[in-house]
T-cell receptor, first 113, second 112 residues
Framework: EDQVTQSPEALRLQEGESSSLNCSYT??????LFWYRQDPGKGPEFLFT???AGEEKEKERLKATLTKKESFLHITAPKPEDSATYLC??????????????FGGGTRLMVKP | KAGVTQTPRYLIKTRGQQVTLSCSPI?????VSWYQQTPGQGLQFLFE???????NKGNFPGRFSGRQFSNSRSEMNVSTLELGDSALYLC???????????FGSGTRLTVV
């Protein structure tokens, strides 16, 4: 069974204080690992897809990396508007004929000015 | 381009009733997936439809069902509602290549 565990559950940062969020996964063949941002009362907003170990992607203050067992979302010099819940999800290759994501519990990030 | 549209945004239903939620995917997207989000269980996969056929199904009871129409719009139905069905129901659509899933804003269902 595919499993995704995110840590920490909640993270409080001061504006400008860089940090990393962790996503550990076990999956029977990784087809893709996804990062989403979710604001209260809204649907998840797509950030990144990573496909193979060693891959990195960046967008503004966010950088996602991938190893064979985990992914990190690095946040550099965060601003209050980065406050949100960050979700990690995996898609297994055994479901190669379909689109099914297994999500972690999320990390609730709060950035104080 | 227009995003994924879910209607209605909010619903209040009584235990035992049934409910139908609607999802219009991004134009050209033929895959539509449904997820249930609750504070305790997080985001859980319900089912996926592609070209009017259910392609994957999560571990939910048979009270949860869905369908997809020829224009790729999808509906999900929950019969005999229980208090525990209160949740945010999210729909996501994806392009044929399967890279990236765009979510709608969800339907907030409250069962009283």
């Amino acid at each position: 069974e595919d499993q995704v565990t995110q840590s920490p559950e909640a993270l409080r940062l001061q504006e400008g204080e860089s940090s990393s969020l962790n996503c550990s996964y076990t999956v029977s063949g990784l087809r893709g690992l996804f990062w989403y941002r979710q604001d209260p009362g809204k649907g998840p907003e797509f950030l990144f897809t990573l496909y193979s170990a060693g891959e990195e992607k960046e967008k503004e203050r966010l950088k996602a990396t991938l190893t064979k067992k985990e992914s990190f979302l690095h946040i550099t010099a965060p601003k209050p508007e980065d406050s949100a819940t960050y979700l990690c999800a995996v898609q297994a290759s055994v479901h190669n004929a379909g689109n099914m994501l297994t999500f972690g519990g999320g990390t609730r990030l709060m950035v104080k000015p | 381009k227009a995003g994924v549209t879910q209607t209605p945004r909010y619903l209040i239903k009584t235990r035992g009733q049934q409910v139908t939620l609607s999802c219009s995917p991004i134009s050209g997207h033929r895959s539509v997936s449904w997820y249930q989000q609750t504070p305790g269980q997080g985001l859980q996969f319900l089912f996926e439809y592609f070209s009017e056929t259910q392609r994957n199904k999560g571990n939910f009871p048979g009270r949860f069902s869905g369908r997809q129409f020829s224009n790729s719009r999808s509906e999900m139905n929950v019969s005999t509602l229980e208090l525990g069905d209160s949740a945010l129901y999210l729909c996501a659509s994806s392009a044929p290549q399967g890279s990236g899933y765009t979510f709608g804003s969800g339907t907030r269902l409250t069962v009283v």
